[in-house]
């Protein structure tokens, strides 16, 4: 499931730009199917932190928080393809943040949405044989 799209995405990065970032053939247009990799790529990416106690993919429309996570996730994405080692990412700080925020959604610790139920609760299920006045539990 994409949690972002590109009218998502221009809400931070101008078109042109969006098709510079996209354009890793130089013939001027967007590389077919290279925007919906990048926005699959960080959609799971964000599912990965909320998995443990959230059902993923979500349905449509997606979290907001999950949507809004994804959209700075791929424009991140977009300037670590283009930018040198030495050269700072705009988006990091803003990436790391929702990553920070997902890890806590992930753990519990902060919610969701009201309108999306966990799938599991946080915790562990403690599955050996028990033996209490000599009988199993």
């Keep these: ?3 972002s799209s590109k009218q998502q995405l221009q809400a931070f990065i101008s078109n042109d730009a969006i098709t510079d970032f996209l354009d890793d053939d130089g013939d001027g247009t967007e590389d ?3 925007l919906d990799a990048i926005i ?5 990416e964000a599912d990965g ?5 959230y059902p993923v993919p979500f349905s449509d429309p997606a ?4 949507r809004a996570a994804t959209t700075v996730f791929v424009c991140e994405a977009f300037y670590a393809r283009r930018l040198t080692p030495d050269q700072a990412n705009p988006f990091r700080q803003r990436a790391d943040m929702w990553r ?3 890890k806590e959604i992930g753990t519990g610790d902060v919610p969701l949405d009201e309108s999306y139920i966990r799938g599991f ?9 028990l033996a209490v006045n000599k009988t199993t539990m």
């Design 63 to 66: 979290p907001s928080k999950i």
């Design 32 to 34: 077919p199917g290279l």
């Design 49 to 53: 932190f909320v998995s443990s106690i």
């Design 121 to 129: 609760e946080p915790g562990f299920a403690v599955t050996v044989p």
């Design 100 to 102: 920070q925020i997902l």
């Design 1 to 3: 499931m994409a949690y």
């Design 40 to 44: 699959a790529a960080c959609s799971v």
